[in-house]
């Protein structure tokens, strides 16, 4: 009698855990529901791998900016966007893993009507600054996107919006995350990558944020000079102050958490040697002497040395990345002080009310650089001395003096690299061509370093009409195409 008494009792027990046979095939491991917070912590790093990887499915940027180059495998610095699928997994990279996260995270925020409304507003005014991050860096990619009608799953196949009425649109949202802000409050906290280790996280983001503007501003300056100057004039008082504030996220040393160069490239992780420094960037340092070189390249023989950009190259004989670049834990740079400072010289040089001198900013960006990258003030003294490189003196043309800097302050960030390349027009870089090959090889005639990116392959079946209409209205959907902005 116990023991039915005992069988009973378990029975109703189990009966009051599971209501019907369905609750038993839940999948513990695979989430339903998914915290705002979870979502904007994936958003950042979904964010952060796709600028960072070197993959050559994904980012081929530093081989635009002749940073790098390849050893074996030349459709990525000869320009072949159709032998894989780049552009696709680069749209797809932001719009699905980046901006639907923070699209999603959004929601449940604005749907949460417990949430103190300070903290709401913060942690509403980050995922705003995010989003205007990743639509920017999209536009400055591809030009005209889907926009307002985009990630909206009714909607499969949404209307491509004019680049600059877009760009508009993200300055006015921008302003709105900043003034959203309440740096008395908390925001995401620990979710919060990239800056929850700061003492003020919500001032810093404040910072970010009109570093940001100060960006997007200077990119509008050949073409809107009016819009530019109120837009940079509004965020210079309060942009990043030190390397302090960079905007920077933390890999680890666990994968799959791991900077994504070292997993291409750490001799731990890959036995693949894909990568080399390109000569271009190598030559020119070497020239001046830059005491960067130790933290950007290997050595080889003890000298610093380039490999042919475009064409086959032995691993061995040539500088790769230095071992700071491939650890598992080295960090992403989103936005830092050396870009804010060379952005604040070009500003003074426009003649925008900014404070200090162009000169002032533009030293203040080098040594920043030249000290991130394991150099010290005195070394970075001695590089300015140099007439090469000194700012009264390094070239008449602004653009030249601070278009050459900041390519080699990029270092690693190809893709803000290409598009300050594009928009200064220096450094002066050349495709691949006869005249640079080396002994018996060989290249095709005509390359051109692309300005922007062809539309996915696959929008021409899913969504074509609508990116019919969007080539045509930027003059063809070709590498050669300037976007709106790129007016010289």
């Not at 320009?79 to 749209?91: G, H, I, V």
């Not at 300070?118 to 705003?128: E, F, H, P, T, Y």
């Not at 990743?134 to 591809?142: P, R």
Request: glycine share 4%; hydrophobic share 45%.
């Amino acid at each position: 009698m116990k023991r039915l008494y005992s069988i009973l009792i378990a029975a109703a027990l189990l009966s009051g855990c599971a209501k019907n046979l369905d609750e038993y095939n839940i999948d513990q491991k695979r989430a339903t529901v998914v915290p705002a917070a979870t979502l904007f912590t994936a958003a950042q790093k979904s964010f952060a791998d796709v600028l960072t990887s070197p993959s050559v499915n994904t980012n081929v940027f530093r081989f635009y900016v002749q940073q790098w180059t390849t050893t074996e495998y030349l459709d990525e610095p000869r320009y072949n966007l159709l032998a894989r699928p780049l552009p696709q997994a680069f749209w797809s990279a932001i719009y699905k893993d980046v901006l639907s996260d923070l699209n999603e995270s959004k929601r449940i925020i604005n749907a949460d009507a417990l949430m103190n409304a300070d903290v709401k507003s913060n942690q509403l005014a980050q995922i705003g600054v995010m989003e205007v991050l990743a639509w920017s860096t999209l536009v400055n990619t591809f030009g005209n996107i889907p926009y307002s009608e985009s990630l909206n799953i009714n909607n499969v196949q949404p209307k491509y919006d004019d680049a600059a009425t877009v760009y508009a649109d993200l300055l006015v949202r921008l302003d709105a995350a900043i003034a959203g802000f309440k740096p008395a409050a908390a925001g995401f906290g620990t979710a919060d990558l990239i800056y929850s280790s700061n003492a003020a996280p919500i001032a810093a983001w404040v910072k970010f944020a009109n570093s940001l503007k100060l960006r997007l501003g200077l990119i509008l300056a050949d073409k809107d000079a009016a819009t530019a100057k109120r837009v940079i004039e509004a965020a210079a008082p309060n942009v990043l102050a030190s390397a302090a504030d960079n905007a920077r996220f933390p890999y680890t040393t666990s994968t799959p958490n791991n900077n994504p160069i070292s997993t291409n490239a750490n001799r731990a992780l890959t036995s693949r040697t894909d990568y080399i420094a390109a000569s271009a960037l190598v030559d020119r340092m070497n020239t001046l002497a830059d005491p960067r070189r130790p933290g950007f390249f290997t050595t080889v023989g003890g000298a610093y040395v380039g490999g042919y950009y475009g064409f086959s190259n032995s691993y061995a004989n040539f500088s790769t990345m230095a071992t700071r670049i491939t650890a598992y834990d080295f960090e992403a740079l989103l936005l830092d002080y050396p870009e804010t400072e060379f952005a604040l010289a070009e500003a003074a040089e426009r003649g925008f009310v900014v404070p200090g001198t162009a000169a002032s900013h533009y030293n203040n960006a080098v040594t920043a650089s030249i000290v991130y990258w394991g150099g010290s003030a005195a070394a970075a003294a001695t590089y300015l001395a140099q007439p090469a490189v000194a700012y009264a003196t390094a070239s008449t043309n602004y653009k030249e003096k601070i278009g050459n800097q900041k390519w080699i302050a990029l270092y690693n960030r190809g893709y803000e690299s290409w598009t300050e390349w594009r928009r200064l027009d220096f450094p002066v870089l050349a495709p691949p061509s006869a005249a640079t090959a080396p002994p018996g090889q060989s290249v095709p005639s005509g390359l051109t370093i692309p300005v922007r990116l062809i539309y996915p392959i696959n929008e021409q079946t899913l969504n074509g009409t609508q990116r019919a209409a969007a080539a045509a209205a930027i003059g063809g959907d070709l590498v050669t195409t300037k976007l709106f902005w790129d007016v010289n």
